[in-house]
């Protein structure tokens, strides 16, 4: 009787730790996600890792080495105004396209880091107030055929709110 308790007591103990396991392994997963969004315009979707706070705003893309073709950056503000961007540790050149209720108001193509050698030579802006702005791949706009009043949709890739 012993014997039987003791493999019950060791098949329960290893599915507690295999079930702790998989938990572990689909929450960071789900952490990974949580902070990107799907974002289209017209047919093409856009993953864009999303950028909703000062901190995240004010790193943007800089460090990185590079981005994949159909991945960006959208910046959220919580209100519109002419957000200046600038150019601070990044390693490559981006399109970006400004945003306002949904639709494009203005994208710059191209923009080099290397623009200006001080941080308020490589300064831009968007031609009028936005509440979003999405980088890209450098080229990108053209490939998507952007125009100003051209509508953008974007949803998160999860949705933590409990709704």
Same mark, same amino acid.
């Given at each position: 009787?012993?014997?039987?308790?003791?493999?019950?007591?060791?098949?329960?103990?290893?599915?507690?730790?295999?079930?702790?396991?998989?938990?572990?392994?689909?929450?960071? +997963?789900?952490?990974?996600? =949580?902070?990107?969004?799907?974002? =289209?315009?017209?047919?093409?979707?856009?993953?864009?890792?999303?950028? +909703?706070?000062?901190?995240?705003?004010?790193?943007?893309?800089?460090?990185?080495?590079?981005?994949?073709?159909?991945?960006?950056?959208?910046?959220?503000?919580?209100?519109?105004?002419?957000?200046?961007?600038?150019? =601070?540790?990044? +390693?490559?050149?981006?399109?970006?396209?400004?945003?306002?209720?949904?639709?494009?108001?203005?994208?710059?193509?191209?923009?080099?880091?290397?623009?200006?050698?001080?941080?308020?030579?490589?300064?831009?802006?968007?031609?009028?107030?936005?509440?979003?702005?999405?980088?890209?791949?450098?080229?990108?706009? =053209?490939?998507?055929?952007?125009?100003?009043?051209?509508?953008?949709?974007?949803?998160?890739?999860?949705?933590?709110?409990?709704?």
């Amino acid at each position: 009787m012993g014997n039987a308790l003791a493999k019950t007591f060791l098949l329960f103990f290893g599915l507690l730790i295999g079930g702790s396991i998989f938990l572990v392994s689909f929450l960071n +997963k789900v952490n990974v996600v =949580k902070n990107k969004a799907e974002v =289209k315009i017209g047919t093409q979707t856009i993953i864009a890792d999303v950028a +909703k706070n000062d901190a995240d705003r004010e790193k943007g893309l800089g460090g990185r080495e590079s981005i994949g073709m159909n991945e960006g950056m959208l910046f959220i503000f919580d209100n519109e105004d002419e957000y200046p961007f600038w150019m =601070k540790d990044m +390693k490559f050149p981006i399109d970006v396209i400004w945003i306002r209720n949904n639709y494009i108001v203005g994208f710059a193509e191209n923009v080099d880091p290397k623009i200006g050698s001080q941080p308020s030579e490589t300064v831009f802006s968007p031609p009028q107030s936005i509440d979003r702005a999405l980088e890209l791949h450098a080229g990108r706009v =053209k490939l998507l055929r952007v125009q100003v009043g051209d509508q953008v949709k974007s949803r998160p890739l999860v949705d933590i709110s409990g709704s």
